[in-house]
T-cell receptor
Framework: KAGVTQTPRYLIKTRGQQVTLSCSPISGHRSVSWYQQTPGQGLQFLFEYFSETQRNKGNFPGRFSGRQFSNSRSEMNVSTLELGDSALYLC???????????????FGEGSWLTVV | AQSVTQPDIHITVSEGASLELRCNYSYGATPYLFWYVQSPGQGLQLLLKYFSGDTLVQGIKGFEAEFKRSQSSFNLRKPSVHWSDAAEYFCAVGADNDMRFGAGTRLTVKP
């Protein structure tokens, strides 16, 4: 069974630009979560989608958005990029409707975003 | 909301020595507990998880963890560390449809 797939793996953007990251969950998984990982802040939850609906959202500005498609694939978008958005963005998928209450989440390898 | 503390930012052990990584959580009930490992430049890989039942949980790569309710702890152990275990280890707590990660413990293995 293929794991969680994230694309692109590495990208460099300029301040003010916008970026879209893609995530394909494990087959059969309907929940997709996004995390930002930085050396200073560690792993921070961005948002979680289940059946195309955003169910949870972390404490990030509105420049960070996401969506989920009917095939459970998900994208996250960051607009008006800032230098502080440089991070590893991790996608995770899980079965079921309550991923943190009985189901395990599985992570992709992440997308490295550098903002210059 | 739940919280997780990993008191040790960095631990160095010799190859072949035993290892214990500490994790303490704060939550009103028994949460779901996880340990993940992250190698440089990679995503997080699940080592083991505790949902209920036996408080000693076996995981992959020879790791185990023990849930101690009285101490609100979920420490990760390995009897003999291999050089390939050098990585960052994250404890995580899941509850109330939310997931919180500790700050991580970076493990260095000396030859």
């Amino acid at each position: 069974k293929a794991g969680v797939t994230q694309t692109p793996r590495y990208l460099i953007k300029t301040r003010g630009q916008q970026v879209t990251l893609s995530c394909s969950p494990i087959s059969g998984h309907r929940s997709v979560s996004w995390y930002q990982q930085t050396p200073g802040q560690g792993l921070q939850f961005l948002f979680e989608y289940f059946s195309e609906t955003q169910r949870n959202k972390g404490n990030f500005p509105g420049r960070f958005s996401g969506r989920q498609f009917s095939n459970s694939r998900s994208e996250m978008n960051v607009s008006t990029l800032e230098l502080g958005d440089s991070a590893l963005y991790l996608c995770a998928s899980s079965q079921g409707q309550a991923p943190y209450s009985g189901n395990t989440i599985y992570f992709g390898e992440g997308s490295w975003l550098t903002v210059v | 909301a739940q919280s997780v503390t990993q008191p040790d930012i960095h631990i160095t052990v010799s190859e072949g020595a035993s290892l214990e990584l500490r994790c303490n959580y704060s939550y009103g009930a028994t949460p779901y507990l996880f340990w993940y490992v992250q190698s440089p430049g990679q995503g997080l890989q699940l080592l083991l998880k505790y949902f209920s039942g036996d408080t000693l949980v076996q995981g992959i790569k020879g790791f185990e963890a023990e849930f101690k309710r009285s101490q609100s702890s979920f420490n990760l152990r390995k009897p003999s560390v291999h050089w390939s275990d050098a990585a960052e280890y994250f404890c995580a707590v899941g509850a109330d449809n939310d997931m919180r990660f500790g700050a991580g413990t970076r493990l260095t293995v000396k030859p």
